[in-house]
């Protein structure tokens, strides 16, 4: 039975190939096709074959509607398609009315992502985990209830499923099935100048470059807050203030538990200047027991306030951020920062629009453990793939310096670089993960150099609806790691992903 099923497998998988270089043109090789589906195998490819092909077959679709998707999948708006007269049936499940007069609509959404994942060396040999293959898959519906333009519910089911891992799934992979959004919006008044909205329920957080507090795109687990958030907006202004529950994610169904406290507080607010330019303040407050850092393990509140100076849109632009912490590790006072320095310049006006970038951060880490101030810097919700689609090494007691380059070779196809250079900070404190828990001790070496992360990916859009993306990651191991790992070595890896939204 199994030699046919490979037969057929071949067969689809072939016709696959075809239809995507068709789709791609001459801009992207068979060489890189065959390359991005290599990985493919007959227990994973059906899925991903099903899921192509409905796509693939609504790309007139994509290109008449030209739907740009966002981050966050309830900031999408679509009441714009109440005067519609396409009759297409995509439009008709992104806008169902449910009045005469279509004030009050439907709308339905979703994703399907898969991912390939062969890894040499995790942890540079600590584990002694060797190779390692994953597939990774997430598949999320959305249903949004618009009722006029005073109250809305936003429901989300996610499922993130993880296959293959020898070591068995990381928190970051695996929740089999979860209610990842379920809010409503109030609005509480709304003039030409103003407006103030109150969200109520579980829902995804996102601000500034996701230094902080992010929903964390990259990982295959997003994460999700409940409580109550109170979004004002006034002219180019505007201000979330927050108070939130932080659930302890399990990988089974809708088995994630309530820690039934306010774990995450604060406002976060965004002033939009002239020439694309703009403002953030922010103040965090977290509360999380039991924290691990090289210092011990204790209960802390932490105070966290900041600033952000950024242009992302094209010639000149720049990201910079700082922020200072302050609170209590089990008694103990915390004094702990963070600078961060992004300056690069888009080539908008030619075709292929270049980008070159120079990054810098400094992150505070150490600490006396028998008295002083705890000076290690804690990322609260960091982004996942801040250093790297899939980064060793997370923002904590870290100095980096970090070139990146991009350049879309053709329409739809992007291919982008990037050397990440990492010391630790403080001789006195490890190294930790990207999602800031601790993963290496800093007591038995004074060496600083960590290690060099080299990184390539290719990014190609084939519509509105479908992307694919291919990255290789290399990481040379420094001084640092050489001593505190007796069989230390270098670290590789590449990741496939198809990403298909509608």
Same mark, same amino acid.
């Given at each position: &039975?199994?030699?046919?099923?490979? &037969?057929?497998? @071949?067969?689809?998988?072939?016709?696959?190939? %075809?239809?995507?270089?068709?789709?791609?043109?001459?801009?992207?090789?068979?060489?890189?096709?065959?390359? &991005?589906?290599?990985?493919?195998?007959?227990?994973?490819?059906?899925?991903?074959?099903?899921?192509?092909?409905?796509?693939?077959?609504?790309?007139?679709?994509?290109?008449?509607?030209?739907?740009?998707?966002?981050?966050?999948?309830?900031?999408? @708006?679509?009441?714009?398609?109440?005067?519609?007269? %396409?009759?297409?049936?995509?439009?008709?499940?992104?806008?169902?009315?449910?009045?005469?007069?279509?004030? $009050?609509?439907?709308?339905?959404?979703?994703?399907? =992502?898969?991912?390939? $994942?062969?890894?040499?060396?995790?942890?540079?040999?600590?584990?002694?985990?060797?190779?390692?293959?994953?597939?990774?898959?997430?598949?999320?519906?959305?249903?949004?209830?618009?009722?006029?333009?005073?109250?809305?519910?936003?429901?989300?089911?996610?499922?993130?499923?993880?296959?293959?891992?020898?070591?068995?799934?990381?928190?970051?992979?695996?929740?089999?099935? @979860?209610?990842?959004?379920?809010?409503?919006?109030?609005?509480?008044?709304?003039?030409?100048? /103003?407006?103030?909205?109150?969200?109520?329920?579980?829902?995804?957080?996102?601000?500034?470059?996701? =230094?902080?507090?992010?929903?964390?795109?990259?990982?295959?687990?997003?994460?999700?807050?409940?409580?109550?958030?109170?979004?004002?907006?006034?002219?180019?202004? *505007?201000?979330?203030?927050?108070? &939130?529950?932080?659930?302890?994610?399990?990988?089974?169904?809708? /088995?994630?538990?309530?820690?039934?406290?306010?774990?995450?507080?604060?406002?976060?607010?965004?002033?939009?200047?002239?020439?694309?330019?703009?403002?953030?303040?922010?103040?965090?407050?977290?509360?999380?027991?039991?924290?691990?850092?090289?210092?011990?393990?204790?209960?802390?509140?932490?105070?966290?306030?900041?600033?952000?100076?950024?242009?992302? @849109?094209?010639?000149?632009?720049?990201? #910079?951020?700082?922020?200072?912490?302050?609170?209590?590790?089990?008694?103990? *006072?915390? *004094?702990?920062?963070?600078?961060?320095?992004?300056?690069?310049?888009?080539?908008?006006?030619?075709?292929?629009?270049?980008?070159?970038?120079?990054?810098? /951060?400094?992150?505070?880490?150490?600490?006396?453990?028998?008295?002083?101030?705890?000076? %290690?810097?804690?990322? #609260? !919700?960091?982004?996942?793939?801040?250093?790297?689609?899939?980064?060793?090494?997370?923002?904590?007691?870290?100095? $980096?310096?970090?070139?990146?380059?991009?350049?879309?070779?053709?329409?739809?196809?992007?291919?982008?670089?990037? #050397?990440?250079?990492?010391?630790?900070?403080?001789?006195?404190?490890?190294?930790?993960?990207?999602?800031?828990?601790?993963?290496?001790?800093?007591?038995?070496?004074?060496?600083?150099?960590?290690?060099?992360?080299?990184?390539?990916?290719?990014? !190609?859009?084939?519509?509105?609806?479908? *992307?694919? $993306?291919?990255?290789?990651?290399?990481?040379?191991?420094?001084?640092?790691?050489?001593?505190?790992?007796?069989?230390?070595?270098?670290?590789?890896?590449?990741?496939?992903?198809?990403?298909?939204?509608?």
């Amino acid at each position: &039975m199994a030699e046919p099923m490979e &037969m057929v497998f @071949n067969t689809l998988k072939k016709c696959l190939l %075809t239809k995507l270089s068709k789709e791609a043109g001459i801009c992207l090789s068979p060489l890189i096709i065959q390359l &991005m589906f290599s990985k493919l195998t007959s227990t994973n490819f059906f899925t991903c074959f099903i899921w192509l092909f409905l796509i693939l077959s609504l790309s007139t679709a994509g290109s008449a509607f030209g739907q740009n998707f966002q981050l966050m999948r309830y900031d999408e @708006n679509y009441s714009n398609l109440k005067t519609d007269t %396409t009759l297409s049936f995509y439009n008709h499940i992104k806008f169902i009315p449910l009045s005469a007069n279509g004030n $009050d609509f439907l709308s339905i959404g979703g994703e399907a =992502r898969q991912e390939f $994942d062969a890894f040499d060396n995790e942890d540079w040999g600590k584990v002694d985990a060797g190779h390692d293959n994953f597939y990774l898959q997430r598949y999320d519906l959305h249903t949004d209830w618009e009722f006029g333009n005073d109250f809305r519910i936003f429901f989300q089911l996610r499922s993130a499923l993880e296959n293959g891992r020898p070591m068995g799934p990381r928190p970051i992979d695996e929740d089999q099935l @979860n209610v990842q959004n379920l809010f409503a919006d109030l609005k509480i008044w709304r003039s030409s100048k /103003d407006s103030l909205i109150i969200r109520a329920g579980r829902q995804e957080l996102n601000y500034g470059a996701g =230094r902080l507090i992010s929903v964390r795109e990259g990982p295959n687990v997003r994460l999700y807050f409940t409580g109550l958030k109170a979004i004002y907006k006034y002219q180019n202004l *505007s201000v979330d203030a927050f108070a &939130m529950e932080a659930d302890q994610v399990k990988p089974g169904v809708f /088995d994630n538990q309530m820690t039934k406290q306010v774990n995450l507080w604060g406002f976060y607010s965004t002033l939009n200047l002239e020439g694309n330019k703009n403002v953030d303040f922010y103040y965090i407050g977290n509360r999380k027991d039991s924290v691990v850092y090289n210092e011990g393990t204790g209960n802390e509140v932490r105070h966290t306030i900041g600033g952000r100076l950024w242009k992302n @849109n094209n010639g000149f632009v720049y990201d #910079i951020e700082a922020a200072y912490q302050f609170g209590k590790f089990s008694g103990q *006072s915390i *004094s702990a920062w963070t600078a961060s320095f992004d300056l690069g310049y888009i080539f908008a006006d030619l075709k292929s629009r270049p980008a070159f970038g120079l990054r810098n /951060d400094y992150i505070s880490g150490g600490g006396n453990k028998s008295g002083g101030d705890l000076e %290690t810097f804690n990322p #609260i !919700y960091p982004k996942g793939g801040y250093f790297g689609f899939d980064p060793q090494i997370g923002p904590v007691n870290l100095i $980096d310096i970090h070139p990146y380059a991009s350049i879309q070779v053709c329409p739809g196809l992007t291919f982008l670089a990037d #050397i990440v250079y990492n010391w630790r900070y403080s001789v006195n404190d490890g190294i930790y993960r990207p999602s800031g828990a601790f993963n290496l001790t800093g007591d038995g070496t004074t060496q600083k150099y960590i290690g060099t992360d080299y990184l390539a990916k290719v990014s !190609y859009v084939f519509n509105a609806f479908l *992307s694919v $993306d291919f990255g290789l990651q290399y990481f040379k191991t420094g001084p640092y790691i050489n001593a505190e790992i007796p069989n230390h070595k270098n670290a590789v890896e590449t990741n496939s992903r198809i990403s298909f939204k509608f």
